[in-house]
């Protein structure tokens, strides 16, 4: 494992089951490969973005970094250590120092616990032999860690006496208490108010310099993307089709699927000019079987070879990697007047 990184996730898959048709005796189970093969890396001290549309394996690829939720099969290794490979009590040790911010704030924190509760719990289960006395203070600097001062104003009250911002830093307080070395914050400010969410990311920049943090950020809003990352990772349908420089990716996007979401985001308008929308009909839709290229059923520039030989990630430069066998027949910039169409919907 390269010393620059903090973790390196290698062909990681995760399979669901679902149970489809409409009557009882003809139901069947068929596979959802949400996470499909994704091998990624995240240096130590960047924030490495997530980016794609709803259901496309975001939050599952998280969750399995976590250890929230078990991989099909693969590799995630952590400082050197196969996350995979550990039993219950091993990863048990790990997990203070891998932290998770949550879409939304109501379902992590419990409503009957004060805020003094929430934030003592993580302290109890990890940080065995300091008094009490000691325990409240850790609490009240990092309630004025996330810029609720004075900390006693907000210790003692319950979720439901604080704003949605303030339920949302005090769930980021208690992901950092234990000072982790890694957070994952899976699309932290999509459930909050507008007014508020400038202030939960720039507390969440803060606190990365402050701490040296590592950061995996999750969200299908590339303008969040391109203030919050260092990298990003773009994924369709379980697989990552374009990873690189945040910056460069947006100024000059190479896999079609990457090209149609940049060119929808009018508030890109300071990296890039004179874009014509690329607007994508359809769904990513997992229970799809895969044979080809992914994104093969939307894509404008398909060739025949695209429905039958997977492409894999391939560097371009630098650690710029794109997942497109027809990348030389693409002209660059966005085409005029190109809507890339679902040609071939597959339905159960
Ligand atoms: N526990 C589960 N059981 C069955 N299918 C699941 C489960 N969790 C996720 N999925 C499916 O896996 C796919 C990926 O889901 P995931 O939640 O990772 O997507 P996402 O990119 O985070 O989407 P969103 O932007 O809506 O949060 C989806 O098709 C979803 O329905
Ligand atoms: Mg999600």
Known sequence: MSKENLIEVKNLNKTFTKKVGRHFFNRKNVPIHAVNNISIEIKKGETLGIIGESGCGKTTTARMLLRLQKETHGEILFN?????????????????????????????????????????????????????????????????????????????????????????????????????DFIAADEPTSMLDVSVRAGILNLLLKLKK???????????????????????????????????????????????????????????????????????????????????????????????HCFHDPPSLVTQQGDHQVACSCLDKIPSGLPKDQSLQQQNSHSI
């Not at 009957?112 to 006395?133: C, F, Q, T, W, Y």
């Not at 590592?214 to 369709?236: E, G």
């Open 210 to 304: 402050q701490m040296g943090l590592t950061m995996l950020f999750i969200t299908h809003d590339l303008t969040t993307a391109s203030y919050m990352c260092d990298r990003i990772a773009v994924m369709y349908q379980g697989e990552v089709v374009e990873v690189g420089n945040t910056e460069k990716i947006i100024r000059n996007p190479s896999h079609p699927y990457t090209r149609a979401l940049v060119s929808v985001v009018t508030d890109l308008n300071h990296f890039i000019e004179n874009r014509d929308r690329i607007i994508l009909d359809g769904e990513v839709d997992a229970t799809i079987e895969k044979k080809g290229c992914i994104f093969v059923h939307r894509c404008p520039f398909r060739e025949e």
């Open 80 to 180: 050197g250590t196969d996350l995979c490979k550990l039993n219950e009590r091993e990863t048990s040790k790990f997990l203070p120092n891998m932290q998770m911010i949550f879409q939304d704030p109501y379902d992590t924190l419990n409503p009957g616990m004060r805020v003094v509760d929430l934030l003592m719990e993580p302290i109890n289960a990890h940080m065995k032999g300091i008094s009490h006395n000691e325990k409240i203070e850790i609490i009240k600097e990092s309630i004025e860690a996330i810029d609720l001062k004075p900390a006693e104003r907000f210790m003692y009250r319950y979720p439901h006496e604080l704003s949605g911002g303030q339920r949302q830093r005090i769930a980021i307080a208690r992901a950092i208490i234990l000072k982790p």
